[in-house]
């Protein structure tokens, strides 16, 4: 009876249809890796086919923009240059096979890397070569020729006028990109590293795709498309005087609430009441232009009478007049902290995450204070944030900080690190490497309502020039090439309109606070600007390009980005707290780095001989695949027994806290409903991607 049954059930397996069977497939993997699969993205208006012939009839039609499939067959390398082949493509990666697509339809996404435009001011746009040589010629040749060969490109796209055998594709408008509100795609298809006058940068091959929409397919191929060089070559100062006057602006300030902070609470009360007399005048300007304020000091939890942790003192943001009777309720701790540095970072990170921003609006965050923050580790830090976690929190989110620092000579030790920590914090975009960081002295409460003036001023200059609909004052055309060689800081028209300083710097590379604050104004206009008329990126299309200004080399053009989905994140998550609690163990048993990984719950289902054996954690097996490969150095990928014991138990501490720090960020980045983005429609919350920057990676 058994072996009559055990014949059945054979005969049954080879009766199965080959349909069955080829539900089992796996899809192809990526080259070089042993798991993660190959996928490819969709093009806008493209079809599923039944079979590899467009006559054959379609499983689906107009598949939407980026939707990703699993690939089952790939093309030949050849057919794929030339687009005449075919994938066969899933929708999943448990062998369902839907049909057939054609290569020139979709593009593969290895790694899930893209690429993001940076802040386009102070550097010129992003040049996209229809072929690799003519970009690596370029590149090689001697600063003056490169330069010579460029500003030739650039003068040919400014003048509407191209030449026959043109190396250039397309172009980046020049108009702020804005990913969130017109999500494009970059993704890399292939990069090495490269030397641009002595600086490390790299040379890209991408493609380009925007979402769905009805010039979505229609390529942005300048040879083509010259509709699309016009608006490309249109700044942030050509933008129409309705939507200027429609421009709102959000400040929020976020200070230290402690004893030694009471005279430039009341000093900056002081400027706002100045402010609101000053607005009166101006209603439009009065009415677009929200306050609000943070106070923040030490963990309550752990020092009880000092009040609070952080506290929002405008739930919903006010007008000046209004804010001004809010703020002259901010009051001082009378139970001071334990030490001078205080908890910088939870105040900045719960403004950041808790304000109630305006829809639409240019955030402006104001930081001031006499201390450094806790550094990641320390019990007084709630948050476990650093300076660098929170600067990527802030560009995300679009804000824009200021930071005032108030020195006091009796804390001499605690400048240093409060400068470092507040330069960080304030390296916003747009600002050609300046940070928007001004010093005062304790002493000199006069030059401190003079920097808070300063920075109000900037904002309802511009913001009066924007509502009178005058670009050219609030926007400029940008610096000149000259201005950015040279480190300037504001473009010539805007310096001419701005009263001098009471003490104006003697040289440009020191900046006065005014001309900071107004630098960094300009940058949030030019990407709400960008983010308001929906600038559309370069599209269908594949093109080479490098992440370095071809002008200027040291300005970064394009940043590279992970698109990783909540599962991939809270799945690097966990691995970077079991390695957290390995090193823990290490420090404590005195074992070696890999033997207390093995003792993790994250080891317990992996083969005990690959950790034990491994000279780096890349060969554990234990890190995601999708971090593997990544065109940045990875001090986690890295770690090997000899590097862990070779560092000092501080060194470890300090290894082991930025990991923390880096865990708080993706718990705040998976909490916030913003940021996140759908590929397919359809797809479940689970499956949104969030683009997080390479330093933002362990």
Same mark, same amino acid.
């Given at each position: 009876m058994l072996k009559r049954c055990l014949w059945l059930f054979i005969l049954v397996c080879l009766s199965m249809p080959v349909s069955a069977q080829e539900a089992r497939r796996n899809p192809v993997t990526i080259e070089g890796k042993s798991v993660l699969p190959l996928r490819v993205l969709a093009r806008p208006y493209s079809h599923v086919y039944i079979d590899k012939d467009i006559n054959s009839g379609t499983v689906r039609d107009n598949v939407p923009a980026f939707q990703p499939f699993y690939v089952y067959t790939r093309p030949s390398a050849e057919d794929i240059e030339l687009q005449d082949g075919w994938y066969e493509i899933g929708e999943n990666n448990r062998g369902q096979v839907l049909g057939w697509m054609q290569s020139k339809d979709v593009f593969e996404w290895k790694q899930t890397m893209c690429l993001a435009y940076t802040h386009p001011e102070g550097r010129k746009p992003v040049l996209m070569f229809a072929r690799r040589d003519p970009l690596e010629t370029i590149i090689a040749k001697e600063e003056q020729d490169r330069l010579a060969d460029a500003r030739a490109i650039y003068k040919a796209l400014e003048s509407l006028n191209i030449p026959d055998n043109f190396p250039i594709r397309s172009v980046e408008p020049k108009k702020a990109v804005d990913i969130a509100s017109q999500f494009y795609l970059l993704p890399i298809l292939a990069f090495e590293e490269i030397q641009i006058q002595g600086r490390e940068g790299r040379l890209l091959q991408l493609a380009a795709a925007t979402a769905q929409g009805p010039d979505a397919r229609q390529s942005a191929d300048i040879s083509q498309n010259p509709e699309y060089l016009e608006q490309a070559v249109m700044d942030a100062s050509q933008v129409s005087t309705d939507l200027l006057q429609g421009m709102d602006v959000d400040v929020v300030f976020v200070t230290d609430t402690t004893v030694s902070m009471k005279r430039y609470i009341q000093a900056t009360l002081d400027v706002i009441r100045q402010v609101a007399q000053d607005l009166s005048a101006d209603q439009a300007v009065a009415k677009s232009l929200r306050f609000g304020v943070w106070g923040y000091r030490d963990p309550v939890d752990l020092i009880p009478g000092i009040g609070y942790t952080t506290h929002n003192y405008t739930p919903a943001l006010l007008h000046a007049d209004e804010f001004a009777q809010t703020l002259s309720q901010v009051s001082v701790t009378q139970v001071d902290s334990d030490d001078y540095a205080e908890d910088v970072f939870s105040g900045i990170h719960d403004a950041v995450t808790q304000t109630a921003w305006t829809e639409g609006a240019i955030r402006i965050m104001v930081l001031v204070g006499d201390a450094p923050g806790h550094k990641i580790g320390h019990k007084y830090n709630a948050s476990g944030q650093s300076s660098q976690t929170l600067r990527a929190l802030c560009q995300d989110a679009g804000i824009y900080l200021y930071a005032m620092h108030v020195k006091a000579p009796r804390a001499k030790k605690y400048h240093e690190p409060a400068r470092l920590q507040f330069q960080a914090l304030s390296a916003n975009p747009g600002m050609q490497g300046q940070s928007a960081y001004y010093s005062v002295g304790s002493e000199d409460i006069q030059g401190f309502k003079q920097v808070a003036g300063d920075i109000t001023y900037a904002l309802t200059f511009m913001l009066s020039a924007a509502k009178? #609909?005058?670009?050219?004052? %609030? =926007? #400029?055309?940008? =610096?000149?090439?000259? +201005? @950015? =060689? %040279? #480190?300037? /800081?504001?473009?010539?028209?805007?310096?001419?309109?701005?009263? !001098?300083? $009471?003490?104006?710097? +003697?040289?440009?590379?020191?900046?006065?606070?005014?001309?900071? !604050?107004?630098? @960094? /104004? $300009? !940058?949030? @206009? /030019?990407?709400? /600007? #960008?983010s308001q008329t929906g600038a559309q990126a370069p599209r269908d299309i594949v093109a080479w390009a490098t992440d370095k200004d071809l002008i200027t080399p040291e300005i970064q053009s394009m940043e590279v980005r992970l698109l990783i989905n909540k599962r991939q994140l809270d799945s690097l998550n966990t691995i970077l707290k079991e390695v957290m609690a390995a090193g823990r163990r290490g420090q404590i048993g005195g074992e070696d780095f890999f033997t207390a990984l093995q003792a993790t719950s994250a080891a317990a289902s992996r083969d005990p001989n690959l950790i034990r054996n491994a000279k780096t954690m890349a060969a554990t097996g234990l890190i995601p695949e999708f971090l593997s490969g990544l065109p940045y150095r990875s001090r986690l990928m890295s770690m090997s027994n000899d590097l862990w014991m070779s560092w000092s138990i501080d060194e470890q501490d300090e290894f082991l806290n930025e990991l923390d720090a880096k865990i708080q960020a993706y718990r705040s980045i998976h909490d916030r409903p913003e940021g996140w983005v759908a590929l397919n429609p359809e797809d479940d919350p689970d499956e949104h991607v969030y683009p997080v920057s390479l330093e933002l990676l362990p």
């Open positions: 009178q #609909g005058d670009a050219s004052q %609030s =926007l #400029g055309s940008g =610096l000149s090439e000259e +201005a @950015m =060689l %040279s #480190g300037g /800081v504001l473009p010539d028209q805007a310096a001419a309109a701005v009263p !001098a300083a $009471k003490n104006p710097p +003697a040289q440009v590379s020191a900046p006065s606070a005014r001309d900071l !604050a107004f630098q @960094m /104004v $300009k !940058a949030a @206009m /030019v990407e709400w /600007v #960008g």
